[in-house]
């Protein structure tokens, strides 16, 4: 075992475990975030979507050893306080979850994608989303959320 150290939605934490256990599971197992989904374990599916310095990730695939001086941020990180990040407003304002299971994944991977692409049109929003898996098939209110979003960050403007 070995103390690793990164920063988690914006604190900085310690964690003691094999370099080479599964990042998803040091999240959920060791420091209680359970947000973070396990769907495929194969890194397909995006349930396990997480941002590490910005970028989404899949977190099922990771080493923990990997986020080493790192800052990741998981679905719990997004909000400030009791404000939620404008990507999860527009997802509850576009009705975008339905089991909800792939919500988690696929806002942060929404919130990766604007912050890559701040203004996506509509089919990059689609291919940008495309990896991520929603087996209700809510694709059309999840896009319509990443376009919300988009247009919320950008004060409004048209993408």
């Known amino acids: 075992m070995e103390k690793i150290s990164f920063t988690l939605n914006n604190k900085a934490v310690e964690v003691e475990a094999e370099p080479y256990d599964i990042l998803l599971w040091v999240l959920r197992t060791k420091l209680g975030l359970t947000g973070t989904k396990y769907g495929c374990g194969i890194g397909y599916c995006g349930s396990c979507t997480i941002l590490v310095n910005g970028e989404a990730m899949r977190s099922c695939g990771m080493a923990v050893s990997e986020v080493a001086g790192q800052q990741v941020t998981t679905i719990e990180g997004l909000a400030v306080g009791d404000e939620l990040h404008p990507v999860q407003k527009s997802f509850v304002m576009n009705d975008a979850q339905q089991c909800g299971f792939c919500t988690p994944g696929m806002i942060m991977n929404a919130v990766g994608l604007l912050n890559a692409n701040p203004t996506p049109s509509r089919s990059e929003i689609i291919k940008g989303m495309n990896d991520n898996l929603c087996r209700c098939g809510s694709y059309n209110r999840i896009a319509d959320a990443v376009e919300d979003a988009?247009?919320?960050?950008?004060?409004?403007?048209?993408s």
Request: net charge neutral; glycine share 22%; charged share 20%.
């Open 150 to 158: 988009a247009k919320s960050i950008n004060g409004g403007s048209e």
